[in-house]
């Protein structure tokens, strides 16, 4: 089975930086898209930030120019580099792929998260 690990995340001073990270656990074939998002207390899980394999991101408009997303194919890795964080970014951040496995002798692609990590901006 396939699990999403993430890594980074914690406190940090609003303007500051942060990155996370997230990687898949167990055997897979591809990945067909992969990103973040975000849940803030009493608010909906909403997208941070995505990208597919082809290079094409796409990005929550609360972020577009603070925040990037970005993958190492080779590890397959991706990371959120987290720049001039603001209060409002405190949330906990899940990581989201659509991956693609071999199931016996055809493939089998499901949406798999992370099991989120905090991040907290204070001012």
């Known amino acids: 089975q396939v699990h999403l690990v993430e890594s980074g995340g914690g406190l940090v001073q609003a303007g500051g930086s942060l990155r996370l990270s997230c990687a898949p656990s167990?055997?897979?074939?591809?990945?067909?898209?992969m990103g973040w998002y975000h849940q803030a207390p009493g608010n909906l899980r909403e997208l941070v930030a995505v990208?597919?394999?082809?290079?094409?991101?796409n990005y929550a408009d609360s972020v577009k120019g603070r925040f990037t997303i970005s993958r190492d194919n080779a590890k397959n890795t991706v990371y959120l580099q987290m720049n001039n964080v603001k209060p409002e970014d405190t949330a906990v951040y899940y990581c989201?792929?659509?991956?693609?496995?071999?199931?016996?002798?055809?493939?089998?692609?499901?949406?798999?998260w992370g099991q989120g990590t905090q991040q907290a901006v204070v001012s």
């Open positions: 990208g597919n394999g082809d290079g094409i991101t």
């Open positions: 989201y792929a659509r991956i693609s496995t071999r199931e016996g002798l055809g493939v089998s692609s499901r949406d798999c």
């Open positions: 167990g055997s897979i074939l591809r990945i067909n898209e």
